[in-house]
């Protein structure tokens, strides 16, 4: 490992452990204030609870404190550790774990990440399947001590709230938009093709050398061809350069059905430069994170990121 990488992994090490530090002062000043509650499980009561339910299982002639512990939890091992669950239900696959205070930050350290340092709603979506007991004020604590968002919160506008685009069918109409990156050029790439789906809200991202209709098309053929083309393309770039996108792709593709479209609501402008900015905020934590200007190799990641996100204008 070269000296340069020795010392971004140190240094990501040293922020790791000062925003743990962080998370517990904050964590205990909170549990110390709060009402006795059974989801806080402190390490102590971890184990007990995993000592008494394997006995409640395994007792014959059981208390009503068995049968009560028996209704809210259960043991799995995993490897060779066990591990405290919600019992599972017939028909329901998903599997509920209890987390103790001391693994606390670890798990909302990597659904932070796993959501591109998504805020509350994101992490509860990607949480809340998973875990039985982990609160609301866990999840907004996290952010609160997380150096990147707060960096990227703090350059923050506030405008208009913009009400989400609602289509009815898959692939009826989707965006392309190339995103100017000139300030963190990776090589020959400058720019960033953005295509999105409008009713799923499904994304593809591609690193691009230039944002000319012909190098847009080229990429977007690759596309078409995995998930079929959409009934209509438009582009926050306008129809004219929609028109030559569509114009590029019928050389090569004659037979292809497609047609421009223009943004129909001021709204769904503001929604579409929201989600590209979004994209620019994600790849920029992600190359803050990882200390490296090939944003190239983090589009996949973010487009993953992007993906599993929740989003308010899906039910």
Known sequence: MRMAEQGAVTEQESRYVDMQRRFYE?????????????????????????????????????????????????????????????PIREGVNAIGFYVPDSELFHVLHEAHLAVGHGGRDRMLKELSPKYKNITG?????????????????????????????VFSDF???????????????????????????????FVVLKALKSKTAEEVAHNLADIFTLLGAPSILQSDNGREFANKVVTSLKQHWPSLKIVHGKLRHSQSRGSVERANQDIENMLCTWMQDKRTDRWNEGLRLVKLMKNRAFHSGIK
């Open 137 to 165: 004020y866990d999840i907004e604590l996290y952010p609160q001590i997380c150096g990147p968002c707060q960096k990227k919160q703090k350059g923050a506008k506030k405008g208009v709230v913009v009400m989400p685009m």
């Open 26 to 86: 904050e964590l205990s000043n909170a549990r110390a204030s709060a009402a006795k509650n059974s989801v806080f499980l402190s390490e102590t009561t971890y184990r007990k609870l995993l000592s008494d339910v394997l006995k409640a299982k395994k007792t014959a002639k059981k208390e009503p404190r068995d049968y009560w512990l028996l209704n809210r939890y259960d043991v799995m091992v995993i490897g060779n550790k066990s591990k405290l669950i919600y």
């Open 171 to 201: 692939n009826s109409r989707c965006q392309v938009d190339p995103i100017d990156f000139p300030s963190h050029p990776d090589g020959e790439y400058k720019f960033i093709m953005a295509y999105q789906d409008h009713l799923t809200k």
